[in-house]
């Protein structure tokens, strides 16, 4: 796609001319012209007085000078879109955004930081265990009382050497008999990661009268 900075060039290298001629029939200097054929509009404070360079530096080429502004319309518009784009995305990260950006950041990081090490200490952490009935310890005349509990479904349980089964919530449930006097309940967890954890529970059956 040619632009207006190549055009003008071209045509002035066609007709044989320099830069300094130029100057002379137009009375702009050459480093204005010359940052016209670069297109390089900072190098001008006003667009006015761009569009002004051009009209007489069209016609001194015998260019149609409502093309050649036609052409730097294009050029300059586009300049100025990308630098609204640049001024309007800067504005966004203001200080207070850069701080509101910089504090979320933190707040994700100590997130997932925090998260990682509980992920951790669980695993690396023995089976935990709830104990859900029975509610009470001391009996009469139960012959036997169910024991249920709660822990991890991926916890294996063992009382007295007999794997128990939890279901889907991790609970399960043992029928355990009941003797005179104190008697000792003794749970074995064992965790997916291999550690262990052994409960003991008590209940006493009164001895009748």
């Known amino acids: 796609m040619l632009s207006i ?17 130029i100057e002379k029939q137009i009375k702009v200097r050459e480093k204005y012209l010359k940052a016209i054929e670069e297109e390089d509009w900072n190098f001008f404070s006003s ?16 260019l149609d000078e ?31 955004t850069k701080k509101f950006l910089k504090l979320g950041l933190i707040i994700l990081s100590v997130f997932f930081i925090s998260y990682f090490v509980y992920q951790l200490k669980i695993y690396f952490s023995p089976p935990g265990f709830t104990l859900l009935t029975p509610k ?5 005349i139960e012959k036997s009382v169910k024991i249920s509990g709660k822990t991890d479904k ?23 008999s009941l ?19 052994m409960v003991e529970k008590t209940f006493f059956k009164k001895t009748p009268q």
Do not use: C, P, W
Not at 70 to 86: I, L, N, S, T, W
């Open 5 to 21: 900075g190549t055009i003008l060039k071209k045509e002035r290298e066609k007709k044989g001319l320099l830069l300094i001629d």
């Open 47 to 62: 667009r006015i007085y761009i569009i002004g360079i051009l009209k007489n530096y069209s016609r001194v080429l015998s």
């Open 66 to 96: 409502k093309k050649i502004l036609a052409f730097f319309r294009r050029d300059y518009e586009r300049k100025e879109e990308v630098k609204f784009k640049r001024k309007v995305t800067s504005a966004y990260l203001t200080s207070e």
């Open 136 to 140: 009470i310890k001391n009996f009469t």
């Open 154 to 176: 991926d916890t294996m349980v063992t009382i007295a050497g007999e794997r128990i089964y939890q279901n889907k919530e991790g609970v399960f449930i043992y029928d355990y």
């Open 179 to 197: 003797n005179e006097g104190n008697n000792k309940l003794i749970i074995n967890l064992t965790g997916a990661n291999g550690k262990k954890t």
